[in-house]
């Protein structure tokens, strides 16, 4: 049985499925693991290591997928007319893919797979529950994109985070803001405590109050009874009313006026980032001052942020705007989600058979698995019959 790693060909994707850690314990169960040449160099992790580790190096996609009937990836395979290689193509019928593959925000993907008869498996729909927390791709890449994301805003501040007290006088410490306390907004938080600003956060659930409070910032949002119930069943937000919207921005408005750094981490599932920061916002802060927004892929929490890009307003507020924070610090993205695939695989792996078992009755496989036996499955895809 042979388990292919494939080399990432997505504009800006610099991550790598499996590293030599994890090629040495998916080893251990059985498979012969091909890596193809130069998927780990953008991570740090050369060929050979990996072929210390036990891997064969395939000089090219098409030989990494010959027989594999595991094929693991951090974004979904290109597909025909994508890029210079048709990946999906090469994918054996029947075996089983696993990655990032984003079918729900692109359906055609999931039938795609289905029509190839690949076995395919979205990480990023992995339920949010205890069981499954070494498996979340979106909590490790999260939680190092709002530590990145600071390290970059204090990169960019032309002052320090710190309160420096010298002979030459006193630099007072930086006041940062962080805007969503979910998984990367409470990692933004404790790096900049520990970089030494003058930390306050908001968020609208509820329950992210006292986790703010509890890593030393202060809360500063707008409540009311209507945010008392912004959180869904699964600990998302809501989508809220635009009154809510509203109140909201006039307080962030007054307290961004006096911000120096403001981190922008705000999601809701299934939907463009909500804008947190109105261009008059931006237009009131100080030059010099910085914004970084790590929702750009999702349209970005700035109504001036252009994704993929760092730009500087004309009041002198720079405005990073990056795509892929988690592929910004590569090397430690990848060890951590390359280690959430393999306990993923060794959940679910048959001793005997040496091979991936994926229980359909089991709530993580049904939460991920969009396609099984050449039909789309997963329930937020699947048409209903009528
Ligand atoms: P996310 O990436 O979907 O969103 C980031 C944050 O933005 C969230 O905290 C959200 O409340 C906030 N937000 C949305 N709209 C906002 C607005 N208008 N203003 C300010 N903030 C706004 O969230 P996430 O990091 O994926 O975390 C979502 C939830 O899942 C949290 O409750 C988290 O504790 C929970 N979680 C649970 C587990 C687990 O138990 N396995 C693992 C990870 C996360």
Aim: hydrophobic share 45%.
């Amino acid at each position: 049985m042979r388990l292919a790693v494939l080399k990432e060909r997505r504009s800006g994707e610099t991550r790598v499925a499996a590293t030599p850690e994890t090629v040495k314990k998916l080893a251990a169960l059985g498979p012969a693991i091909a890596v193809e040449s130069g998927a780990g160099l953008a991570s740090g992790y050369p060929d050979a290591a990996y072929r210390e580790a036990g891997a064969e190096i395939a000089p090219d996609a098409a030989t990494a997928l010959s027989g594999a009937a595991i094929v693991l990836k951090v974004r979904a395979p290109l597909a025909a007319g994508e890029g210079e290689v048709d990946e999906l193509s090469l994918i054996p019928r029947g075996a089983l893919l696993i990655g990032t593959l984003e079918a729900v925000s692109d359906p055609a993907r999931a039938e795609a797979y289905a029509a190839a008869g690949i076995e395919a498996c979205s990480m990023e729909l992995l339920p949010r529950i205890t069981r499954a927390q070494s498996m979340d791709v979106l909590s490790s890449q999260a939680n190092l994109a709002g530590y990145r994301a600071v390290v970059e805003g204090a990169g960019a501040f032309d002052k320090g985070f710190p309160m420096l007290m010298t002979a030459a006088g006193t630099i007072p410490a930086a006041n940062v803001f962080i805007m969503g306390a979910g998984v990367a907004g409470l990692q933004a938080i404790a790096t900049a405590r520990r970089l030494g600003g003058r930390v306050s956060a908001t968020d609208v659930r509820p329950a992210a109050k006292e986790e703010i409070k509890s890593l030393g910032a202060s809360f500063v949002g707008y409540e009311d009874e209507e945010s008392k119930a912004a959180q869904t069943a699964g600990g998302y937000a809501k989508q809220l009313s635009a009154d809510f919207y509203a109140k909201q921005a006039e307080v962030v408005a007054a307290h961004v006026v006096k911000q120096d750094v403001v981190v922008t981490t705000a999601l809701v599932q299934g939907r463009k980032a909500p804008t947190l920061l109105t261009a008059a916002m931006v237009a009131s802060m100080k030059p010099g001052s910085v914004i970084v927004d790590i929702a750009a892929d999702a349209g970005g929490n700035c109504a001036l942020t252009q994704p993929g890009e760092a730009i500087t307003t004309e009041n002198g507020v720079k405005i990073l705007g990056h795509r892929n924070w988690p592929g910004r610090i590569a090397g430690a993205a990848s060890a951590l989600y390359a280690r959430n695939l393999l306990t993923f695989l060794a959940t679910f792996w048959d001793k005997d058979a040496k091979a991936a078992r994926l229980p359909q009755d089991d709530e993580i496989v049904r939460g991920v698995t969009l396609t099984r036996g050449g039909a789309v499955v997963h329930p937020m895809l699947a048409v209903q019959p009528a």
